[in-house]
């Protein structure tokens, strides 16, 4: 990486990052089927890939192809250099004491099960507690109930405000000594809203309740520092990183991995097999049984390392201008209901927004955005309750990133002017 570092007091006089950064996602150069420039305001759900992400995947495949921690022949040892080099850089990012505290999964998914199968079975009994919210992703829900349906520990839910934030006093309010554990996201991928860690993960710890948090929404747009956050477990997913699909992993404090017994079994995560027992490897491998995903994992580091070297702090200033940019324009669209805090009422709130038109469905308009070459979301997000919440069952969503332009917004908010124009004369 040879740019210039960019400043995180950027303006629109400025040179942006999209200016700077942009010529590295070949997958953006492309026309769309409408025949004009691919916008793509999808970035909630994935990340595209820079080209240094894309050239790691091909080098390690192409010359560095072995199996990890196994072999004495010099594939092997470079594969394993890679591979727990992006451990590291993985540590680097999110502030850990120690790599040893990275456990490498599938994905961020995979990452919360791992923690309701390890910690939550050895730890939680009939009438104990978890707290979640109204606005989790299905991937904070789902491992829960099955967790409550082995052990009969009960699952309570923070409800939202009227703005679509946080309700601190629900949380107060449900959160007791019979609380084990809080999960909750860190920037919902739905409401955009930023959830109050500074006076949610104290209030946990004073009940006794650990807190685990899914910084999906948050790592490529925000520093983020564990210590600093105080948090038990963090998870994160490669892919809405820059890099490849199938990567994930999961942060615990060391105490906790190391208490925690294995979540799958067979070969790497052991130290020695006997016919009748075993016993485990040290962290983190301990929890890594089988194969990894080597190439995936080093797409990850090389996307880390693209990030780290633009700068968490110079995207989040970026970002923002370019969310109160994208909120002034739908504002100004009439019957188009965003959900969620405005940039306004919530200045650290995710890259997004997420919205309703009267009449008209969501599909419906990312459908005919998509025949224009502009690329959304529709449906509910991995986020049924917090759409029943709503009484809706699908909802829009323009999700931005770093090299995303002011231009984008503009042709999205016309486009959608003039969607929401033809469904409602054809309707």
Not at 2 to 14: D, K, M, V
Not at 253 to 262: D, F, K, V
């Given at each position: ?19 700077l950064?942009r ?5 953006l ?61 993985t540590?680097?990012?999110i ?5 040893r ?5 599938r ?12 910690w ?12 979640l919210?109204?606005?989790?992703h ?9 967790l ?5 520990c009960?699952?309570?839910h ?30 919902s ?16 710890h ?7 948090l ?11 520092d ?11 997913s ?6 490849p ?7 615990a ?5 190391e ?30 049984a ?18 780290q ?16 940019h994208?909120?002034?324009r739908l504002?100004g ?31 419906d ?20 309750p917090?759409?029943?919440?709503f009484q ?36």
């Amino acid at each position: 990486m040879t740019a210039t570092q960019p400043s995180a007091s950027l303006n629109r006089e400025q040179l942006t990052l999209a200016e700077l950064f942009r010529p590295d996602f070949p997958i953006l150069d492309q026309l769309s089927a409408a025949g004009g420039p691919l916008i793509y305001l999808d970035h909630a759900a994935t990340s595209q890939k820079p080209q240094q992400v894309l050239e790691a995947l091909n080098h390690y495949y192409a010359s560095d192809n072995a199996n990890v921690h196994r072999g004495a022949h010099q594939l092997s040892a470079r594969a394993t250099e890679d591979f727990e080099a992006a451990r590291t850089r993985t540590s680097c990012l999110i502030s850990a004491a120690t790599s040893r505290e990275i456990v490498f999964t599938r994905n961020a998914s995979e990452a919360i099960n791992l923690v309701a199968r390890s910690w939550g079975d050895a730890n939680l009994r009939e009438g104990d507690e978890v707290l979640l919210t109204l606005m989790e992703h299905h991937s904070n829900l789902v491992p829960w109930q099955l967790l409550a349906q082995r052990t009969g520990c009960v699952l309570k839910h923070v409800g939202i405000t009227e703005s679509g934030e946080f309700d601190l006093d629900d949380f107060n309010h449900k959160l007791t000594d019979r609380t084990k554990l809080v999960s909750l996201v860190h920037i919902s991928n739905t409401l955009g809203c930023c959830n109050p860690l500074e006076l949610i993960v104290p209030a946990a710890h004073s009940s006794g309740a650990l807190v685990l948090l899914d910084a999906c929404q948050s790592l490529a747009h925000k520093p983020i520092d564990v210590a600093a956050l105080d948090v038990d477990f963090l998870v994160g997913s490669s892919h809405k990183l820059c890099g490849p699909t199938g990567m994930g992993f999961l942060w615990a404090r060391e105490t906790l991995l190391e208490a925690m017994p294995p979540f799958l079994g067979g070969g790497e995560m052991i130290q020695d097999v006997f016919l009748d027992n075993s016993t485990w490897a040290d962290l983190p491998h301990k929890f890594e049984a089988g194969t990894p995903a080597i190439g995936e994992a080093v797409g990850m580091g090389a996307a880390i390392r693209y990030l780290q070297n633009i700068g968490l702090d110079a995207i989040q200033a970026w970002e923002a201008q370019l969310t109160t940019h994208l909120f002034e324009r739908l504002q100004g669209i009439e019957a188009v209901r965003i959900l969620g805090p405005t940039p306004d009422q919530q200045p650290n709130r995710g890259a997004l927004a997420t919205f309703l038109v009267d009449g008209v469905h969501a599909n419906d308009i990312a459908a005919l955005m998509d025949a224009s070459g502009i690329c959304i979301r529709s449906g509910h997000h991995c986020c049924q309750p917090l759409h029943r919440h709503f009484q809706v069952t699908a909802s829009a969503r323009a999700s931005l990133s770093f090299i995303s332009t002011f231009d984008e917004i503009d042709q999205f908010a016309d486009e959608l002017m003039s969607t929401i124009e033809f469904l409602r004369a054809n309707g």
